[in-house]
Nanobody, 123 residues
Framework: QVQLVESGGGSVQAGGSLRLSCVVS??????MAWFRQAPGKEREWVAT????????WYADSVKGRFTISQDSAKDTLYLQMNSLKPEDSAMYYC??????????????????WGQGTQVTVSS
């Protein structure tokens, strides 16, 4: 059974850091990603990693502050978030796909999703 379970969200002041984790079970994926959604806004792509090669892509809004990584031995996806801003506040979702060709920022290409973990950044 395919399952993605996020953890690590919480409340932090602006400038602080959080690390999100997503335990991935039940399948080996080609690509994994983080998306986020704030209340009243559309889901926004954050970052993607190619699971085999480890190549990463980032949204401009988080580039230089966030780092996506994986620990294959632990079947875990991470998102290290530094220099957090209030506008980073959202529900964060991990996603995965076994498709070999995707548009890295398009949610429609990701077939498996976690339940989300809340991140709140106060000013």
């Amino acid at each position: 059974q395919v399952q993605l379970v996020e953890s690590g969200g919480g409340s932090v002041q602006a400038g602080g850091s959080l690390r999100l984790s997503c335990v991935v079970s039940g399948y080996t994926y080609q690509y994994m990603a983080w998306f986020r959604q704030a209340p009243g806004k559309e889901r926004e792509w954050v970052a993607t990693i190619a699971a085999g090669a480890g190549i990463t892509w980032y949204a401009d809004s988080v580039k230089g502050r966030f780092t996506i990584s994986q620990d294959s031995a632990k079947d875990t996806l991470y998102l290290q978030m530094n220099s957090l801003k209030p506008e980073d506040s959202a529900m964060y979702y991990c996603a995965a796909t076994d498709r070999k060709v995707i548009v890295v920022r398009a949610a429609s290409y990701f077939d498996y999703w976690g339940q989300g973990t809340q991140v709140t950044v106060s000013s």
